[in-house]
């Protein structure tokens, strides 16, 4: 069951809003082994790459399609790092509806690009950073025909809020900590938002990249948050927590996720769990690290951090010789 037909009666749709789904949400919690015994407390990875296209934009995307479609829209725009384009073009295509999508040039991982290009949107690379495409794209909204699908979208919130209900049902009360990357601060809100809604409250930990401009990590590779404002109201709050952190602690945790515990997610998933070095945890509390985006969507930046394969005649010698050395 899809995200709109799962949580209806917590989301702005009525009888008019199409169901529009790829099978999005109801994505796995799983537990950490080898983490939660460093960190001394109770790990659960909250697995978002799971979702349709591979991020967590799949959540939200499916509501603010759905209510394009049913506003009249007749094409849907994003501005883009790579994932909202994925998922957007994905949706789109669902829905019958053209999207465009706008890049910065040269600064979106392949794999993502080839997503969107694959379903059949028009990506257009953008002379500029992503503050700027985001800017044009919601001019282009202003004067209608086209319904922009950032996160600046109230609907795409409510789709992703929708994250925060599955966590407390699948652990089976509110977890202690959330931590997750900052890149524009849409999650973060969506977060708050739906734990708000559920009476929770927790400590939410949004891992932002000090070098917001020039991060390794693409998807939260963001000089401008959109959601600033919110974020740093949930701040003032005490109702969210932001550390930053170095690229190198971005990718010592994404090597440490990947060879300790197995799992592939993108470099800029693994921001929550460096953050989490930053603070405090209490000793057997139970923290939620919220992955969001897969691997496959950055083979680039394996490239970078892992060793290359090695080339072998096929002999068992030669296998042992690289192997035992
Ligand atoms: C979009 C994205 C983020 C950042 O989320 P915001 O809502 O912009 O803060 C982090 N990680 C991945 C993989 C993403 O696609």
Redesign the pocket.
Known sequence: MGVIARWRDRLPVGPATPELTLGEGGTPLVRSERLSERLGVELWFKFE?ANPTG???DRGMCVAVAKAVEDGAEGVVCAS????AASAAAYAARAGLPAVVLTPVGAIAAPKQAQARAVGARVLEVRGTFDEALRSCQELSDRGTFALVN?LNPHRIEGQKTAAFEVIEQLGRVPDVLA?????????T?YAKGFAEEGATLRLIGGQASERAHTIAS??R?AE???AHEVAALVADGRAELVSVRDEEITDAWLEIASREGVFC?P??A?GLAALAHITLVPGTTVVCVL??HGL?DTAAVDVLTAGATLVEPTVEAILAEVCS
């Open positions: 790459d991020s967590f934009k790092t790579g994932n909202t996160s997750l990357p900052y890149g524009g601060g849409g999650n973060i969506a998807a939260i963001i948050p959109a959601h993108e800029s998933s921001a969001t985006g969507k």
